[in-house]
């Protein structure tokens, strides 16, 4: 195929994107885009990089082994073992999926035992070493198993260009995810178009995930790094059984990946030391190393924060209804926090109003202005109609029923943070409600005219939740 040597030549390297547009081009499988890549950039064979692929995963494959025969690990015990010791099926009835957990568990002990050669991080080589082992217990040819590797390697090595400082978003979880979801629509004759949407939609729930929990606490790294065969076999199966409208380029989400990565490491990660420090799993020779006055005043504050998180924990349940009254009324549209919320505060607007409707002005912070698609339809028909968030036969014609009553209507992108403010004029006054944000179809009331009071008694009256700033 000389005019796709000569195409992929012009582009080289290829990013996940460009690898999948070549393969549609051209019809063929991503993987021998990938494999067409690396002869371009070695000058090796197939044959010899199917065989060179095999060989970078030989010492993690002998990892997974150890630790589903015996190994042990300092976080984890000897889960992988015990698992792997009990009689038929470990934890689910699919066997390939089940075997792809144990060995992905036992390249977590493996791991702590030998270590593991990293690609973004070792937590990623973990589920990639798992499946690949699963694949050859199953029964897949040599030559499948090589092009997979060689495909999962392939991605990975993006992640691992992305990974600059912690975050499981970008190496077991999220590069693991993607990964998976690639492999799994690769093995299973899959499109390069279901590939990418796999890929896309393994990736998205990792976003901005930190993996310092599971560093040094005993445990938490299993359903991490589990978690990502389990979010990628169900991408990639569910690409392959479905047609759904996934218009995201992977390399867009990766891109967007990479960079909440970076702002997760600054941001999230030191909230969870805070809170995981009390149980991080400390070796005693390695401590007699620190001085007493250090470690007392690590016991300190752990015990602090042992109480903060007794504290916050008690607050939240104060914070609750009854069970029998705890679920919020339906939400149409598909976010009980980006359409929700904002149509609960134009009803209480609505309640507000004399006289004719002339305008509804809706201000709202950046991210429920870039969602306005969904938020809008409910905002007009709370402010105009008065409807409720159930409302999904008003919810559909709303926005026409606006142009129709000849209602002016004014979008504007605030800057405050979970700002959601409507102003409704009439031919005899003007209304306004300032409020917050709140998931759930909840709001914080901040300010009201002509008055705060008649505004909370509206939202008393329409069963509106109004929670603390």
Do not use: W
């Amino acid at each position: 195929m000389p005019d796709m040597r000569a195409a992929i030549q012009e582009k080289l390297p290829l990013t996940v994107s460009e690898m999948v547009a070549v393969a549609q081009e051209y019809g063929v499988r991503v993987v021998d885009v990938v494999l067409v890549e690396t002869e371009l950039r070695t000058g090796k064979s197939r044959e010899e990089i199917l065989t060179g692929i095999m060989e970078e995963y030989a010492h993690n494959l002998k990892a997974v082994e150890i630790g589903v025969k015996d190994g042990e690990s300092i976080l984890l015990g000897t889960v992988a073992s015990q698992l792997a010791a009990q009689e038929g099926s470990k934890c689910f009835e699919d066997s390939f999926l089940d075997d792809a957990l144990l060995y992905t568990l036992g390249a977590q002990v493996g791991n702590h035992c030998v270590g593991l050669r990293p690609c973004a991080g070792t937590g990623d080589s973990c589920p990639y070493s798992g499946f690949i082992k699963a694949m050859m217990v199953h029964g897949y040819d040599d030559k499948t198993v090589a092009e997979t590797a060689a495909l999962v390697i392939k991605i990975g090595s993006l992640f691992r260009v992305g990974k600059v400082t912690t975050g499981c978003n970008m190496e077991g979880f999220g590069a693991g995810s993607a990964c998976i979801a690639a492999a799994t629509v690769s093995i299973g004759g899959g499109t390069p178009e279901q590939m990418e949407k796999a890929m896309v939609l393994a990736l998205s729930p990792t976003i901005g995930v930190p993996c310092t929990p599971r560093v040094l606490v005993p445990a938490l790294c299993t359903t991490h790094v589990g978690g990502a065969i389990l979010m990628g076999m169900y991408a990639g199966r569910l690409c392959m059984k479905v047609d759904m409208t996934v218009n995201v380029p992977f390399d867009v989400m990766l891109a967007m990946a990479a960079e909440v990565h970076v702002e997760s490491g600054r941001h999230l990660v030191p909230t969870v030391v805070e809170y995981m420090e009390p149980f991080f799993k400390r070796k005693p020779a390695v401590e007699s190393l620190v001085s007493q006055a250090v470690r007392d005043a690590e016991a300190k504050k752990m015990a602090e924060t042992l109480e903060k998180a007794k504290a916050k924990a008690k607050q939240l349940a104060q914070g609750t209804e009854s069970i029998l009254h705890t679920l919020g009324d339906a939400v149409v549209g598909g976010s009980s926090q980006a359409v929700g919320s904002p149509t609960n505060a134009a009803r209480i607007c609505h309640e507000l109003v004399k006289g004719t409707i002339r305008k509804v002005r809706v201000e709202l912070y950046p991210e429920l202005f870039a969602r306005r698609s969904i938020n809008i339809p409910g905002v007009l028909m709370g402010a105009v109609y008065g409807a409720s968030t159930s409302d999904y036969a008003m919810y559909n014609k709303a926005v026409q029923m606006v142009k129709d009553d000849g209602i002016e209507v004014e979008i504007v992108e605030g800057h405050e943070p979970s700002l959601q403010k409507i102003t409704i004029t009439t031919d005899e006054m003007t209304c306004m409600v300032d409020t917050l944000n709140r998931g759930g179809g909840r709001l914080v009331l901040r300010d009201a005219s002509p008055s705060l009071a008649q505004a909370e008694e509206a939202a008393k009256r329409l069963g509106i939740v109004l929670v603390q700033p």
